[in-house]
């Protein structure tokens, strides 16, 4: 079997690079891990990022979902609103997952959600 993969990068396709970058950077604090011209690589940790790419028409945003995961959830609520960013569902506990989440939007209307995990199962390999 192969070396397991060691990063994960998700590529979405967005119509503006400045804004998206804009919103990616300055509101959610990613950081730029590489600029390619029409792609730009943020990190979301040391092995997760997310690439902004122009150059092809948007499709259906519909089935996509970015999850990002805090234990502050309550802070980035505060945080998009101070931003003018719109809170589709603020903070709400799941059940059935046994998570809080919010969701909001990114400037190409990608479904951003910000949740927590309260299942102690939930572990992060090393």
Known sequence: ???PPSQLV???YIS???ASSRFYRDILGLK???D???CRI???TQSAFIGLCTGKQIQDRSGVI???VSDDLQHWAEHLNQHGVAIEKPPTYNEKYNITHLFCRDPDGYLIEIQTFHDPAWTIPI
Do not use: H, K
Request: aromatic fraction near 10%.
């Open 1 to 3: 079997m192969p070396t």
């Open 10 to 12: 998700t590529f979405i």
């Open 16 to 18: 503006n690079l400045d």
């Open 32 to 34: 730029l891990a590489l």
């Open 36 to 38: 390619q011209g029409s």
């Open 42 to 44: 943020y990190s979301v």
């Open 66 to 68: 970015l999850t990002l």
